[in-house]
């Protein structure tokens, strides 16, 4: 299906006879009206469910009838070398197809926004755009991924050929269940450190610039003003770094965090993660 907004074309996914329809966080950005293409050739008003944009998914609901919602298959099972096919609407060219195969799995991936997404599907079949939001199908005709994104060439420009991304199929059915149930997430699975930080120059840490009361990093004695070198022993030169790191990790997880405070000394603390809060 195509979803139009204000903005541009993105793809989505029936998910129940209820009219709720998956997609990207980033396809509903900034949009408050949605206008949604059936393959049937018919188009409904959708209406804005919820987003979740930390794993860069959303709901909304059109009021069609007579809905086949999509068979979702287990991500879980997926292994390298599978073969599948992202299926959507890019440039508005309702149901195209391309084929690959599945390259890796639990992929790190950090949008160009700066948002850390769940570990990622890495994908050989290409993913255009307006794919954002469709389809990873594998031969069953089961979805087990959400597209999300293709991989950024810095050297040539543009997209990477062949090197695409779609969020789990399981990571996206619990996220979109809580959006339909609550409006909102409520156990997001994400581990939470709890500060609002910034990159300091010439990649040496991040530093913290804000510590949210009663958060992890509170409880565990960070403060403004600390720079935050690495966590769980890896590095974390700048915002994005951060977090990836904390993609990876699990809430109530604890972790070493390194810090350098305003004085000039190094200090390492314990810090027990917190859920990312939907």
Partial sequence: MVIQTESGLGSGVIVDTNGNVI???HVVA?????RVFLATGKSYDGKLVGTFVPDDLAVIRIGAPDLRPAVFGDSDQLHVGSIVMAVGSPLGLQSSV????????????TEPNGVALPPLIQTSADINPGNSGGALVNLNGEVIGIPTLAAQDPQAGGTAPGIGFAIPSNVARDIAAQLIQNGRVTN???AYIGVQAAGVPNGQGVAIYSVV????????GLKAEDVIASIDGRAV????ALASVLSSLQPG?????????S???????TVILGELPG
């Avoid at 900034?30 to 949605?34: E, H, L, R, V, Y």
């Avoid at 030169?237 to 994005?240: F, I, R, V």
């Avoid at 004085?263 to 603390?269: C, N, R, Y």
């Fill in 237 to 240: 030169p700048d915002q994005p």
């Fill in 213 to 220: 009361p009663g958060g992890p990093a509170d409880k565990a």
């Fill in 188 to 190: 997001s699975h994400r």
């Fill in 23 to 25: 997609t990207n966080a």
């Fill in 30 to 34: 900034g949009s408050t009206t949605f």
């Fill in 98 to 109: 391309t084929e690959g195969i599945v390259s890796a799995l639990g992929r790190q991936v």
């Fill in 263 to 269: 004085d000039g000394s190094q200090i390492v603390v």
């Fill in 253 to 261: 997880q604890s972790v070493k965090v390194q810090l350098r405070r």
